[in-house]
């Protein structure tokens, strides 16, 4: 069974870094994409991040480039979000999120399945 | 970038009914890649739909997907309890990957 967990979330005050970690099993690296997105309170769903199945190519949303990074460690089956400079505006839930298997070299996916999330705040 | 609409931002419905859910690209979604997603409160969104018109594994046949170019929707047979949820279309053919403001299906 595919499952994705998670964790590294908290409170961290403006400008401040924070990284975030998924960690899967029932599946390799070298099988699927993967993906960050993220939902703020009470808000709809905002796509993240994409790590090609390879682990080189990286695509961001403009709202995080040049302040987070997406990586993996095939040895720990763990996917990163390093989160740099963060805002009030990144407050929100953030998800991984595996692409299916049968789109096999693809990064443009649909997204299944989802993490349970794990909430980041940004105040002071 | 891709902007999606969804309409209505609300739908008030009773168990049994049937709905239709709009989707609408401001521009053409490339090979008809776009998804729906279901979430309901404190959970993490679940895919019903791929390819515009796939049923994801595990999907009922009450879902129903279809539409390209710039005009998609999500069909709901007959709405069962467990139906009532948010729902959002995803277009993951050209970066940035972009989802639609969601609809909300309510009990009626």
């Known amino acids: 069974e595919v499952q994705l967990l998670e964790s590294g979330g908290g409170l961290v005050q403006p400008g401040g870094s924070l990284r975030l970690s998924c960690a899967i099993s029932g599946f390799t690296f070298n099988t699927s994409a993967m993906n960050w997105v993220r939902q703020a309170p009470g808000k709809g769903l905002e796509w993240v991040s994409t790590?090609?199945?390879?682990?080189?190519?990286?695509d961001y949303a403009d709202s995080v480039k040049g302040r987070f990074t997406i990586s993996r460690d095939s040895s720990k089956n763990t996917l990163y979000l390093q989160m740099n400079n963060l805002r009030a505006d990144d407050t929100a839930i953030y998800y991984c999120a595996k692409s299916p298997a049968a789109y096999s070299s693809s990064w443009h996916t649909p997204f299944d399945p989802w993490g349970q999330g794990t909430l980041v705040t940004v105040s002071s | 970038e891709i902007v999606l609409t969804q309409s209505p931002g609300t739908l008030s419905l009773s168990p049994g009914e049937r709905t239709t859910l709009s989707c609408r690209a401001s521009r053409s979604v490339s090979s008809s890649q776009l998804a729906w997603y279901q979430q309901k409160p404190g959970q993490s969104p679940r895919l019903l739909i791929y390819d515009a018109s796939n049923r994801a594994t595990g999907i009922p046949d009450r879902f129903s997907g279809s539409g390209s170019g710039t005009d998609f929707t999500l069909t709901i047979s007959r709405l069962e309890p467990e139906d009532f949820a948010v729902y959002y279309c995803q277009q993951y053919g050209s970066s940035p990957r972009t989802f639609g403001q969601g609809t909300k299906v309510e009990i009626k």
């Open positions: 790590l090609s199945v390879s682990g080189g190519p990286r």
